[in-house]
């Protein structure tokens, strides 16, 4: 691992790759559910751990984690954050403390904007930012199912915002005419 004793641990530099660091985001959440998390009766044990999506946005290597607990973004930056991380949260801290699947709420700028994400740390992965697509995973039969649900959403968003990119008032062309029509005198 590369780190800052106080700052950002980055994964090591075996993972660079996007293949490596798939691989390791499965190995590491697989002993997740063999270990902190066996027995949990929120499980959903139809639902294996899956990486689907891993693509590379800017600085950052962004993927879909499916596992039975939960179905999130994860978020990796190419380089440490600049980011004050809250206290407890140091590398050397959290490789003593027990998993959370939700770390603190942080509100960092990513891919240009401003979103919300959680802190989240492993040992073997560094520190990375997850954000949480679904909790509840009780209603799933399969993989496919959640992946469905989730494209579904994706569409919907589209469309939806193509839509109201269509529908706005403020985007909307103005005419010449309506544009001078104030300085024109009245009849």
């Avoid at 641990?9 to 985001?25: C, G, K, N, T, Y």
């Avoid at 990486?51 to 978020?75: G, I, K, N, Q, S």
């Avoid at 005419?177 to 009245?186: A, Q």
Wanted: proline share 9%; charged share 30%; glycine share 4%.
């Amino acid at each position: 691992m590369t780190m800052d004793e106080l700052g950002w641990r980055m994964p090591d530099p075996a993972f660079d790759d996007d293949e490596s660091l798939s691989a390791e985001v499965l190995a590491v959440h697989r002993s997740l559910l063999d270990g902190p998390l066996a027995g949990d009766p929120s499980l959903n044990l139809a639902l294996p751990v899956q990486v689907r999506a891993l693509r590379r946005v800017e600085d950052w290597r962004v993927l879909l984690l499916l596992t039975p607990w939960m179905f999130a973004r994860l978020f990796f930056p190419d380089r440490p954050l600049d980011l004050d991380l809250p206290p407890g949260w140091s590398a050397s801290e959290r490789d003593q403390a027990d998993y959370l699947v939700l770390g603190p709420m942080l509100t960092p700028e990513l891919l240009g904007r401003v979103q919300r994400a959680h802190l989240n740390y492993h040992r073997r992965l560094g520190h990375y930012l997850l954000q949480p697509i679904c909790l509840d995973l009780e209603r799933y039969a399969d993989p496919e199912s959640v992946f469905e649900e989730w494209n579904a959403v994706i569409r919907t968003r589209d469309e939806n915002m193509e839509q109201a990119k269509r529908d706005c008032p403020m985007q909307r062309e103005i005419s010449r005419r309506e544009l001078f029509r104030r300085l024109k005198p009245n009849p």
